[in-house]
């Protein structure tokens, strides 16, 4: 990797697409999925006697929506360190090629580049457009690493506020980050399979289908983040929980060690790979990362509520591959479809 080229990037961005109203345009819907799995995360978290400090906290030093939902019940049980690690190390393994595939679009300085390494997410890397500059990138990721934190503390904050039984186990809180990132994965695959010489290189003439499909964007959630987070709540019991601050603490230190391994020194790493292989790895790895995002998007969702699960997400898939819809009008009618559905079956 050459240390130079995200510096040339940043001074080079694209015309249009990388303006600061475009990107956080851009952003937006990816930032407001994210919310609701977040809030969830922090009103668990109060139930298990976390204190808003250390809601704060694990999300700004972990930020690993999996991660953090799966380390409650492991913090409250006092699990050591490496349990936790090796825990939250096989959740977020999946961001080790993540990170190195968009580590050119970062900026060179070490600390930024690792501190917008760290706010890497599912949703950030579905986001990105290949041709984002560093400036870009910093938007996007710190868009949606900010609405993750705040969103955590409200839902603390509510949390300590509302009644347990105002939870109801019944709500599929995390539905509609599924519909945005299954949107997302169907446009970037339609986008990267079908559209492949128009992205690569300096290409300028790039159609309606590809400006559209990097306008969409997802959360995050769950084909990893999201996903793995709100399938995780689902099998949490209430009851009494003995947390202390120490195993807090633990918890804390096992997700930022793995964000460390998994997203941070991944993009220091250069690999002497033929320009050629390069290439193709580049292309073949993003696609292989959506359609993992789709399929686990559609079995998580499915587990719950098959029939309305795969109907609306099915058609969410097809209304982006064929290009139909914008993410905002897609996600409106895949929500709205999915919950008629459950109330009609149900």
């Not at 705040?150 to 509302?162: C, D, S, W």
């Not at 347990?164 to 509609?176: H, K, T």
């Not at 995780?232 to 009494?240: K, P």
């Amino acid at each position: 990797m050459n240390d130079a080229q995200p510096a040339m990037d940043e001074r080079a961005a694209p015309s249009g697409g990388n303006s600061r109203v475009a990107v956080l345009r851009r952003v937006a819907p990816a930032a407001i999925a994210v919310v609701p799995v977040s809030m969830l995360f922090g009103v668990l978290a109060v139930r298990f006697d976390w204190s808003l400090l250390e809601v704060v906290a694990i999300s700004l030093l972990g930020f690993s929506g999996s991660g953090q939902f799966a380390l409650l019940p492991l913090a409250d049980a006092g699990a050591g360190f490496f349990t936790m690690l090796l825990v939250t190390a096989s959740i977020n393994s999946r961001y080790l090629p993540i990170a190195y595939i968009s580590a050119k679009r970062l900026p060179s300085g070490a600390g930024m580049r690792a501190c917008l390494a760290h706010m890497l997410g599912d949703e950030a890397y579905a986001t990105e457009h290949e041709r984002d500059n560093a400036a870009s990138v910093r938007w996007i990721r710190l868009t949606i690493f900010a609405a993750w934190i705040l969103a955590g503390l409200i839902g603390a904050l509510l949390g300590q506020a509302m009644p347990a039984a105002w939870l109801r186990a019944d709500i599929n809180l995390g539905y509609p980050a599924s519909v945005v990132l299954m949107y997302l994965s169907a446009a970037q695959l339609r986008s990267r399979l079908w559209h492949q010489g128009q992205r690569r290189g300096g290409a300028t003439g790039r159609g309606r289908s590809e400006r559209r499909s990097g306008t969409a964007v997802h959360s995050v959630a769950r084909a990893g983040v999201l996903l793995d987070s709100e399938r995780a709540a689902r099998d949490f019991h209430f009851g009494e929980s003995v947390v202390v601050s120490e195993s807090v603490l633990v918890a804390i230190a096992a997700l930022f060690t793995t964000s460390c391994l998994v997203r941070i020194a991944p993009t220091f790493i250069s690999l002497l790979i033929d320009p050629n292989a390069q290439s193709y790895f580049e292309r073949l790895l993003p696609a292989a990362v959506f359609i993992n995002f789709a399929v686990y998007i559609a079995y998580s969702e499915m587990v719950r509520e098959p029939v309305p699960a795969l109907i609306s997400l099915a058609v969410v898939g097809a209304i982006a591959l064929l290009n139909l819809l914008g993410l905002i009008g897609t996600a409106v009618l895949g929500l709205t479809l999915y919950f008629a559905l459950v109330h009609t079956l149900g």
